[in-house]
């Protein structure tokens, strides 16, 4: 079973990569690299797939944003302070943050909603947009190429001594919990 979804990734993986990097991505670009590191990915191809992905995310939210204004801001109501702090920063340094945006976790998709209800420049939102999806691919494919065995090795420790993953989301869940039943009260 095991090895039947393997090669099944396997053969998809490009596109799978395309189509995890819409959404988010450094999961499957950390992924790819390893793959390529061991030869089951070309490393220039995981690079464009990763790359294009990133783009055609930030695009979408841009054109939502952009070209359906009022959805936008429906939803990001909930974040109206955040969403006025980010606008004033949008008008103030938009190329630095169409950028870095993708940097930022969690800015991934309310900084492209907001720069399209901006009407920030679509043409200088893309090509920034690309150097900077460009970057991000380049940045975890090459650690994770460069990182490969050490990855592999990390992964075959864990499925040898399965008892510490499982103590481990032990814990992160009753952090979250904890977390959860503290601050719902405050609410």
């Not at 393997?6 to 799978?16: C, F, R, T, V």
């Not at 399209?116 to 420049?121: D, I, W």
């Not at 893309?126 to 460009?134: L, R």
Request: aromatic fraction near 22%; charge should be positive.
């Amino acid at each position: 079973m095991s090895e039947t979804f393997l090669s099944l990734i396997l053969e998809y993986s490009y596109l799978i990569l395309f189509v995890w990097c819409i959404f988010e991505g450094e999961v499957a670009l950390i992924a790819s690299g390893v793959f390529s590191h061991t030869g089951q990915m070309y490393y220039l191809f995981a690079l464009i797939a990763g790359t294009l992905g990133g783009m055609a995310g930030d695009i979408f939210w841009y054109s939502t944003g952009r070209f359906n204004k009022k959805y936008a801001l429906k939803i990001l109501k909930s974040h109206r302070r955040e969403v006025a702090l980010a606008r004033i920063q949008v008008y103030r340094y938009g190329a630095y943050i169409v950028f870095i945006q993708r940097f930022i976790y969690g800015a991934r998709l309310v900084v492209p909603l907001l720069i399209g209800a901006s009407r920030y420049n679509f043409r200088r939102f893309v090509v920034i947009n690309f150097f900077s999806s460009f970057l991000w691919a380049l940045l975890y494919l090459t650690i994770a190429y460069f990182l490969g065995d050490s990855i592999i090795a990390f992964f075959h420790y864990l499925k040898s001594h399965f008892y510490w993953v499982l103590l481990f989301l032990g814990i992160l869940s009753l952090l979250a919990i904890l977390y959860l039943k503290r601050y719902s009260k405050k609410n």
